[in-house]
């Protein structure tokens, strides 16, 4: 060994160039692998694109819905239906206020505007959380009338096969079922003639 190395305490048997590309690169490694810790954690803190549309409000077109058709749309996980009752519909509800449990809606969910003969805004634009209030199955959508298979005054509505239930088309719910209360009524309102949204309560008058 020369002086001069001895002195720089340098061994010229080392390759500095390996031994740079060595520390970068473990400096590289360590930046890399604290960033793969971080990065799950940051992610978690926040809210997933699927999580925010969950709770978020749903803007339904209603002029894609024909009159007498049901629309089923998903809010917070829960199926909800849109259905655009003729005018023939909406005079049935009156025929059948006899045959239900709670026609007055009293022991039932629905927000405040919605407390009424057909549980709506509009009177044509029924809004219902498609769960049968029994056990949570999904009842049937039997528009059709007369159907002695369901009931004898059977005015059109929705029929839950699992158990039995039977709804009119307002969701009301008929006695003799095991359902105890009317379908829930979610919160909605209309954006316009034609937009429909539902997870926002509607604007007191």
Avoid at 52 to 66: R, S
Avoid at 82 to 87: F, I, Y
Avoid at 93 to 110: C, E, M, N, Y
């Amino acid at each position: 060994m020369s002086t001069d190395s001895a002195i720089s305490g340098v061994n010229p048997n080392v390759d500095t160039n390996r031994r740079r590309f060595l520390t970068l690169a473990a400096s590289g490694m360590g930046v890399i692998g604290g960033a793969a810790v971080v990065w799950p954690l940051l992610a978690s803190l926040r809210p997933s694109a699927k999580a925010q549309a969950a709770g978020a409000p749903i803007t339904i077109d209603l002029a894609g819905i024909e009159p007498g058709q049901k629309l089923t749309t998903t809010w917070r996980g829960k199926a909800i239906w849109v259905v655009k009752r003729t005018p023939e519909m909406v005079a049935s509800l009156s025929k059948v206020t006899g045959d239900l449990i709670d026609p007055d809606s009293a022991s039932s969910k629905q927000p405040e505007y919605a407390k009424n003969a057909a549980r709506a805004i509009k009177p044509e634009v029924a809004v219902l959380i498609a769960n049968c209030t029994h056990l949570g199955c999904i009842p049937t959508f039997r528009p059709e009338h007369p159907a002695p298979d369901i009931a004898a005054n059977w005015e059109g509505g929705f029929f839950c096969p699992c158990h039995g239930s039977k709804f009119d088309l307002a969701g009301r719910v008929f006695k003799g079922s095991p359902a105890p209360v009317n379908l829930s009524v979610p919160p909605h309102r209309f954006a316009s003639d034609a937009q429909l949204v539902v997870g926002e309560d509607q604007a007191a008058a």
